[in-house]
């Protein structure tokens, strides 16, 4: 139940936070045609993702990375673009083009965001049921509840932001949206060289690849940075409620004003309760589920000469097996084999290109990434990308699956 909470809570909140900010920033200007082009962005963008996301479950089509990195592009330029519009760029000159441009970058940016996160949001009750399961156990219930939990949370703290901002000088919302954008770019520029990387597109430049990886595997503090941005709107709004500027000229305006003051502390509140729930589900709760996580041991195999010989039958369940070879500088290698169809094993290094050799394990029939919590496409394993293990050459010879001691070797670098 907490792992799909979690999931959803550290997958989307930064999108909804993001998205209620820019929402009050336009919304304030009162502008009916900017609202009609934001509900445009934000139905594209949810329709486009349920297309996508059916597309990956029933077909080969997509290629995620792909998607991703396109996404992420067109929404770090539309970004940039939004933010300097916002700040007065073309207003003064030529303010009919600034206008229709900060409409289509609003509207755009708002589709863009939500296309990257909700595809795999609404993957996720795909996930739900594993195979020999009913529909009615307890285990599907509890996922199902944990599901639609981080949903409410993420939505009523976007809510409760969003009122918030609503009453908030237009100055200081603004650059709440514009650090937040900023640092969401930072964290899905990395996104996009990580891929660039996997995909050998751009070469490997080792000082940048150190920066990325670091980047990658500490992806949540990109979050924590938005949300300690965003906490700072409820606390200036909770304070300014004790301290109302407006007048008042008979004591029915002034219950208004007071009654005004009490609901822009709800909103406050709101807020930090969201954010409280969110950082506690990030932390502690993720902590406590993820306890005690730990490599199989890696099972015998033999040598002879420069090569590795399993038997194949030792592989042919159809779960996950692990082995480990001893370097010349006594480095563990370790690699691991599953059975993929009758035919076929995916076989690669206990490591990948993005969290290096933490490790892979089983849970319920599927592999799983030890640090990024990924579930890997058990069909994909053996070939190149994203946080697929490293592939490893494999021969079957005479009943026995056969590995060269000197691929081990050349690869003992990753596990240093």
Avoid at 37 to 46: M, Y
Avoid at 105 to 110: C, E, F, K, P
Wanted: proline share 3%; charged share 15%.
């Amino acid at each position: 139940m907490f792992r799909y909470l979690i999931q959803v809570v550290q997958t989307s909140l930064a999108t909804a936070v993001l998205a209620a900010l820019l929402f009050a920033v336009l919304f304030k200007r009162g502008d009916h045609d900017r609202k009609k082009w934001l509900a445009a962005g934000s139905i594209t963008g949810v329709a486009a993702s349920a297309i996508l996301a059916v597309l990956r479950r029933t077909t080969a089509l997509i290629n995620r990375g792909f998607f991703n990195t396109w996404t992420l592009s067109i929404a770090i330029v539309t970004g940039i673009i939004l933010i300097l519009l916002h700040w007065g760029v073309l207003e003064k000159n030529f303010p009919k083009l600034h206008r229709r441009a900060l409409d289509y970058a609003s509207a755009i940016l708002t589709a863009a965001l939500f296309f990257y996160v909700l595809p795999t949001i609404f993957l996720y009750p795909t996930e739900f049921l594993l195979a020999g399961e009913s529909i009615f156990s307890t285990d599907f219930l509890f996922k199902t509840i944990g599901f639609f939990a981080g949903i409410g949370i993420v939505l009523v703290t976007a809510l409760a932001l969003f009122n918030a901002g609503m009453v908030l000088p237009d100055k200081l919302l603004s650059l709440f949206l514009t650090v937040g954008l900023v640092v969401n770019m930072v964290n899905q520029l990395s996104s996009i060289i990580q891929f660039l990387f996997a995909r050998r597109i751009i070469p490997m430049i080792r000082w940048l690849f150190r920066i990325i990886v670091v980047a990658i595997n500490n992806n949540v503090f990109f979050l924590y940075v938005i949300m300690g941005i965003s906490f700072l709107l409820p606390v200036i709004l909770f304070v300014k409620s004790f301290y109302p500027s407006q007048n008042y000229h008979n004591p029915a305006e002034h219950r208004k004003i007071r009654a005004a003051m009490r609901g822009n502390r709800r909103w406050s509140l709101a807020v930090a309760l969201g954010f409280a729930v969110s950082l506690f589900s990030l932390t502690a709760l993720k902590s406590y589920t993820e306890r005690g996580v730990t490599l199989s041991p890696a099972e015998p195999m033999s040598i002879v000469g420069d090569e590795i010989i399993i038997p194949i039958e030792q592989v042919s369940d159809g779960h996950l097996h692990r082995f480990a070879f001893t370097a010349s500088d006594n480095t563990e290698v370790r690699f691991i084999v599953i059975r993929k169809n009758e035919i076929a094993y995916g076989v690669g290094l206990d490591a990948c290109d993005i969290c290096g050799a933490t490790g892979y394990y089983e849970r319920k029939n599927q592999v799983i990434c030890r640090l990024c919590d990924v579930v890997m496409n058990i069909s994909t394993i053996g070939f190149k990308g994203g946080c697929n293990p490293v592939p490893l050459a494999y021969a079957i010879r005479g009943g026995s699956m056969v590995v060269r001691t000197g691929d081990l070797e050349n690869e003992k670098g990753r596990f240093k």
